[in-house]
């Protein structure tokens, strides 16, 4: 069996010649099934179908992840650098 954490990864290609590697049962996880470059699909290709998905705020009611807690600072604009040339 091989566990992928961080499955969205698996696409890069230094991740993806791991499934080449031979095993009965593959297992992803990840809790952001989101890439830059839109390939969300090929970790299916890769690994399988999707047998399993909870949603976030579901796991966080039943204790098996911490609360999230979300804060917003603002910043006045002239204090922040301006790096872009």
């Not at 705020?57 to 603002?74: D, K, P, S």
Request: net charge negative; charged share 30%.
């Amino acid at each position: 069996m091989i566990i992928y954490d961080e499955v969205h990864l698996l696409p890069a290609p230094i991740f993806r010649i791991t499934s080449e590697l031979q095993a009965r049962r593959r297992l992803g996880l990840t809790a952001t099934l989101i890439r830059e470059d839109g390939k969300e699909g090929d970790v299916f290709a890769l690994i399988g179908p999707k047998r399993y998905d909870v949603p976030w705020r579901e796991l966080e009611g039943q204790g098996f992840i911490a609360a999230a807690e979300c804060t917003e600072n603002r910043v006045p604009e002239d204090t922040v650098p301006n790096f872009i040339a």
